[in-house]
Nanobody
Framework: QVQLMESGGGLVQTGGSLRLSCAASGSVFNILAMGWYRQAPGKQRDMVATITLTGTTNYEDSVKGRFTISRDDAKNTVYLQMNSLKPEDTAVYYC??????????????WGQGTQVTVSS
């Protein structure tokens, strides 16, 4: 089993910053990619940022230039640095990791989510 432990959410003012962390533990042997997703009330869950095994990053358009995804392979941890936060960034943020499971293919594992609230 794989578990994802998230931290760093909270309440900030417009223009403020937060740093989210997600540490993977358990049977983590072949991480193909990790990423952050978010879901606001009444809306679908959308990709925010991802980072692959080779270090390639991808960002949702509205966060480009403000958010940065990074990882620490020794700690099996992915981070999301969020700067210049806006009220529209308010959502529950979820961490996801994609693992290669040999013959069985690829599997996704999700964290429990952490609330980010940006006041206007």
């Amino acid at each position: 089993q794989v578990q994802l432990m998230e931290s760093g959410g909270g309440l900030v003012q417009t223009g403020g910053s937060l740093r989210l962390s997600c540490a993977a533990s358990g049977s983590v042997f072949n991480i193909l990619a990790m990423g952050w997703y978010r879901q606001a009330p009444g809306k679908q869950r959308d990709m925010v940022a991802t980072i692959t095994l080779t270090g390639t990053t991808n960002y949702e358009d509205s966060v480009k230039g403000r958010f940065t995804i990074s990882r620490d392979d020794a700690k099996n941890t992915v981070y999301l640095q969020m700067n210049s936060l806006k009220p529209e960034d308010t959502a529950v943020y979820y961490c996801k990791t994609r693992l290669r499971r040999g013959f069985l293919g690829e599997y996704d594992y999700w964290g429990q989510g952490t609330q980010v609230t940006v006041s206007s």
